[in-house]
C-alpha cells in the first residue's frame, strides 16, 4: 500500500528515526533520510536499506536548527520523488539542568531542532501533499509531550509545543486526506537515553544495567524500554488507511508511563 510513496525522515542516522526510516522503506518507500554522523557509516546504512527494500534511499544532511538548510532538504526531496507524501518529524536532542541554570544556548538549539524544524518541514510539505489529496505527518513526540520531570525545561516545553502544532495541523487539514499525528514513546533505549543512563550510573555510583533498571522503574510500570520496531511498526499502521481517521492524536507507547 506504501509502495512508492515518499518519505521524509528528520533525524533517521540514528535509534528511533533510523528504525522508523527502515520501517517504511521495508514497506517499499522511497526515503530521504537526514541527521549527523560519520559519512561512511551513513552510507553503509543508505545502500544496506536500498539493497534490502528496493526503494530509493538518499540522505541530507540539513541541519535542524537552520530554515534554509530544511528548504534545501525538502525541494530535493521533492525532486527526486515528485513530492513528500509522509513527513516524519523525529530529529531531537536533550539536555538536562535546573531551569535557573538551564545554559540559554541550549534551549534555543533545543526549540530549533524538537519544534521549530517540525514548523517549517511542514510548511514546506504541505503545499505537495494538498496537491494530492494524500498525506501523513507523524510527529515524535514524547511522553515529556504530555507529563514534566525535572530538569528537563526546553524539552518538555518542545514536546508539549509540537503536540500544539500536531492539533492545529490536524485541524487545518481534516478532510483533505492528510491526517498528522505525534507518537508519545517513553524510554527507547537509544543514544539519546544511553547518555542518560551513563550519567545516572555515575551519580549513584551503579553499574550501567542497574543504571538503566534504576531509570526504568522510576518512570516506565512495565519495566521494560520500548523497542524500536515496535515503534516502525506503529508508524507504518498511522500510514494505512486503517488510520485515515486517527488524526489529530498523541498516542502513547510508553509501557503505562502516562497512565500513572
Ligand atoms: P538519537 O540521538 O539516537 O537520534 C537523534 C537523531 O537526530 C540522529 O540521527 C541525529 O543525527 C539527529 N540530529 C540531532 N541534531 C540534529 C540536527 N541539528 N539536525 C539534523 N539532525 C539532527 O535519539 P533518539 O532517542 O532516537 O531520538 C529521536 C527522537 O525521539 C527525538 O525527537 C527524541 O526526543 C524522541 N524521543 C526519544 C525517546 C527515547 O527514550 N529515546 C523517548 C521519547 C522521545
Known amino acids: 500500500m506504501l509502495k512508492g510513496k515518499s518519505a521524509v525522515v528528520t533525524g533517521s542516522t540514528s535509534g528511533i528515526g533510523l528504525g522508523v526510516a527502515r520501517a517504511l522503506a521495508a514497506q517499499g518507500c522511497n526515503v530521504v533520510l537526514n541527521g549527523f554522523g560519520d559519512p ?23 541541519d535542524m536548527t537552520q530554515p534554509d538548510e530544511i528548504e534545501e532538504m525538502m525541494g530535493v526531496a521533492v525532486k527526486a520523488f515528485g513530492g513528500v507524501d509522509i513527513l516524519c518529524n523525529n530529529a531531537g536532542i536533550q539536555h538536562t539542568s535546573p531551569v535557573d541554570g538551564f545554559p540559554p544556548e541550549k534551549w534555543n538549539a533545543i526549540i530549533a531542532i524538537n519544534l521549530s524544524s517540525s514548523f517549517h ?27 514534566a520531570s525535572v530538569n528537563k525545561a526546553a524539552y518538555v516545553s518542545a514536546k508539549h509545543g509540537l503536540i500544539g502544532l500536531t492539533k492545529v495541523v490536524a485541524l487545518e487539514t481534516a478532510g483533505s486526506g492528510i491526517t498528522c499525528n505525534a507518537f508519545c514513546p517513553g524510554w527507547v ?5 544511553e547518555t542518560q543512563i551513563e550519567a545516572r550510573a555515575k551519580q549513584l555510583g551503579l553499574s550501567i544495567e542497574e543504571a538503566a533498571r534504576n531509570l526504568l522503574s522510576e518512570k516506565q510500570p512495565s519495566q521494560q524500554f520500548v523497542q524500536i520496531d515496535q515503534i516502525g511498526q506503529l508508524v507504518v499502521f498511522l500510514c494505512s488507511d486503517a488510520a485515515a481517521q ?3 492524536a498523541s498516542i502513547s507507547i510508553d509501557g503505562g508511563w502516562t497512565a500513572q
Open 40 to 62: 561512511a557509516e551513513i552510507e553503509r546504512i543508505r545502500s544496506e536499506m536500498a539493497r534490502a527494500d528496493g526503494g530509493r534511499i538518499i540522505h541530507h544532511g540539513a
Open 121 to 147: 518541514t511542514i510548511r514546506h510539505a504541505l503545499p505537495h501533499m494538498k496537491k494530492k489529496g494524500w498525506g501523513r505527518i507523524i510527529n515524535t513526540a514524547s511522553a515529556h509531550g504530555l507529563v
Open 189 to 193: 533505549r537509544t543514544p539519546l537515553v
Open 246 to 248: 486517527i488524526t489529530g
